[in-house]
């Protein structure tokens, strides 16, 4: 008996809450939420401490819609996210669970500005299928994100790239509009 409570004494430990800052990048990349989930598109969060940054993570663009967050292209946001660490057993639990607190702060960025976006080499099937579809003189992000080319000849060098079989990266551009579509300007190869 002594032996179970002690080793509940050590799992309640190991057991707590913590809340953070992130800031929510304006655009959406590859990446994961899980260890065995598909690549698909993600909102990057960087944990902020006294103005430095200490880990990335990725989050589901829906994860927090339910108590209130939207994820918005083209607008930087500040949140607090709370992270509750829990015990677990199972090799592909991480044993966190983040719950979205409120948003601190938002900022739109300015129409122009560029970022990019890379597509990392990942084993065969990783990539979601959707995750960059040809649509017309275009790309779709995800089934939702449209993307135009600069020039037909960065339409056609993307068009001949395939997600995961090979490392590149996107030069993208913020549109002039609200809700018009991203510009590519670049197609990179990554080492």
Not at 89 to 116: A, C, H, K, W, Y
Request: proline letters at 6%; hydrophobic letters at 40%.
């Amino acid at each position: 008996m002594r032996m179970v409570l002690l080793l509940g004494a050590v799992v309640l430990a190991g057991c707590g809450r913590e809340v953070h800052t992130y800031r929510i990048a304006p655009y959406l990349e590859p990446g994961s939420t899980c260890i065995e989930c598909v690549v698909s598109m993600t909102m990057r969060a960087t944990q902020e401490h006294d103005g430095d940054e200490l880990y990335i993570e990725n989050f589901d663009p829906q994860q927090f819609k339910a108590v209130g967050f939207s994820f918005q292209w083209g607008v930087e946001q500040r949140v607090e996210i709370e992270t509750e660490r829990y015990p677990t057993f199972m090799q592909d639990d991480r044993g966190v669970n983040f719950i979205f607190r409120r948003v601190l702060e938002t900022r739109p960025v300015e129409s122009g500005t560029r970022f990019t976006m890379r597509f990392d080499e990942w084993p065969p099937g990783t990539y979601s299928e959707d995750l960059l579809v040809r649509d017309g003189d275009g790309f779709l992000l995800q089934g939702a994100k449209r993307v135009e080319c600069a020039t037909v000849e960065l339409c056609e060098q993307l068009a001949a790239r395939r997600p995961g079989e090979e490392a590149f990266a996107l030069e993208l551009e913020f549109p002039q509009t609200e809700g018009a579509p991203l510009r590519l300007q670049a197609v990179r190869d990554l080492p």
